[in-house]
């Protein structure tokens, strides 16, 4: 299916996306001007300032972005055939090799939970960023309990929330870890260790799910 093309206007709001994403990436939120990115796209700062009226809108379309990103990648794991407790490991496992392989991302997501400490609207945009994730672990949580696979010790919200915390910190060792320091075939282990811990869950078919490598530089945007 062909896809379909995009508004000249969207066009060009999501290359400003884009590339401010890669300038933060590399500089930092403080020290990217609309001006950097309009240099880099050949355009007027003021057809910057159009789409984004303020760098804390567009740094939100940046957080909005990569976290699309992230769901894309992490539920292309997911087959049709797969039972929760499965569904789950690949879960925790596709966001921490997200982390590991797209370096062009993983740096903001530091820099909003660094910014977060210090300005209210980075607050809100983090807290909602963890409140997703811990609601995307709790479609596999309870769809576990119903499919007879888990046996929860807590509350599938509470399970959820110590799930969220344990992998949100292993995606920040990840982005923050020496490129080829961490083995994706351990990391697979460690989180089939810890998904039965918490569940209970023994997987039937224990196949590996590691994706293939990825270019550490990150993705590319067309």
Known sequence: ?????????????????????????????????????????????????YHFGSKNALFEEIIKAIV??????????IQMTDDAGQRLVKHCLGNVLWALRYRADGPVLILLYSLSCFDGKFTALFTQMMQRGRERLMVHLLAGRREGLFRLKVEPAMAAEILQDALFGAMLYAISAPEGSVDPGRLEGKWRRVVAAHTGW?????????LPPTPASGRVSG
């Open 68 to 77: 699309q990103h992230n769901h894309e990648t992490v539920s292309a794991l």
């Open 1 to 49: 299916m062909a896809r379909a093309v995009l508004p000249k206007g969207e066009r060009t709001r999501q290359r400003i996306i884009q590339t401010a994403l890669r300038l933060v990436s590399k500089h930092g939120f403080s020290e990217t001007s609309f001006q950097m990115i309009a240099d880099r796209l050949a355009l007027s700062q003021s057809a910057v300032l």
């Open 202 to 210: 023994a997987d039937p078919r224990p196949v590996p799910v590691v």
